[in-house]
């Protein structure tokens, strides 16, 4: 890297931000973040830094949070607010294996946090990533609306009706998807990606990116 400026941050997280200018003259902001256990994580404080990073960015830190989507055994509070943040389409995980090669430099012991050394690879992964609900700002009148014209469409009563308790399954399948079509029509999906690989501390590695870029 040829080149950096600090990037000023309006925060109470404990935040900095640098952009950086590679030697092909391509900028990205890096953003580095700490929350101890003992700090308050909210989703409005981290929604806040992020309006102030220039695009691209890439946010990574220590948050100190768990879930079952990064490869923990369980999901706790903080999990939670990072997951709840990770449903903004223009956020991914990046790491995935495919983009970004990271390792845990441990010889460096004299303190309780350890460096991290990360290497972009120029392959591309070939995972297609998981599709998603845009649960963000969900029209719920909308889809409520949409489930009531299509029980009545399909005649989903008549199919109680008429229907043994033997035939749950068809039941089940029709409700299922009617459900299904009318998220599809009033809510719809985006495409993050998130990919089950542990990352040590509780590391999360984040990345802004266009809706038309693939996904890292």
Same mark, same amino acid.
């Given at each position: 890297m040829s080149e950096h400026e600090n990037i000023p941050l309006n925060t109470i997280l404990e935040a900095i931000a640098i952009k950086i200018s590679s030697n092909n003259s391509q900028k990205i902001c890096l953003c580095n973040l700490y929350a101890p256990d003992s700090a308050n994580l909210t989703l409005t404080d981290l929604e806040n830094l992020i309006k102030q990073l220039p695009h691209p960015f890439i $946010? #990574?830190?220590?948050?100190?949070?768990?879930?079952? !989507?990064?490869?923990?055994?369980? /999901? *706790?509070?903080r999990g939670r607010t990072i997951e709840k943040l990770l449903e903004n389409d223009s956020i991914v995980l990046l790491n995935d294996g495919g983009s970004i090669d990271w390792s845990v430099q441990t010889s460096y012991n004299?303190?309780?946090?350890?460096?991290?050394?990360?290497?972009?690879?120029?392959?591309?992964p070939t995972e297609k990533p998981t599709p998603k609900w845009l649960l963000r700002n969900p029209n719920?009148?909308?889809?409520?609306?949409?489930?009531?014209? $299509? #029980?009545?469409?399909?005649?989903?009563?008549?199919? !109680?009706?008429?229907?043994?308790? /033997? *035939?749950?399954?068809?039941?089940?399948?029709t409700f299922s998807n009617i459900i299904t079509q009318a998220a599809e029509s009033?809510?719809?999906?985006?495409?993050?990606?998130?990919i089950k690989?542990?990352?040590?501390?509780?590391?999360?590695?984040?990345?802004?990116?266009?809706?038309?870029?693939?996904?890292?």
């Open positions: $946010l #990574l830190g220590d948050f100190n949070s768990r879930n079952t !989507l990064w490869g923990f055994n369980y /999901t *706790d509070r004299s303190n309780d946090h350890w460096p991290i050394t990360l290497k972009l690879l120029k392959s591309q719920w009148s909308a889809f409520s609306n949409t489930i009531e014209n $299509l #029980l009545t469409t399909k005649q989903f009563d008549i199919l !109680l009706q008429t229907n043994l308790p /033997t *035939d749950i399954d068809n039941i089940v399948e009033t809510i719809g999906k985006s495409q993050p990606s998130f690989k542990k990352v040590p501390g509780g590391m999360k590695l984040m990345k802004q990116q266009s809706k038309t870029t693939k996904l890292h």
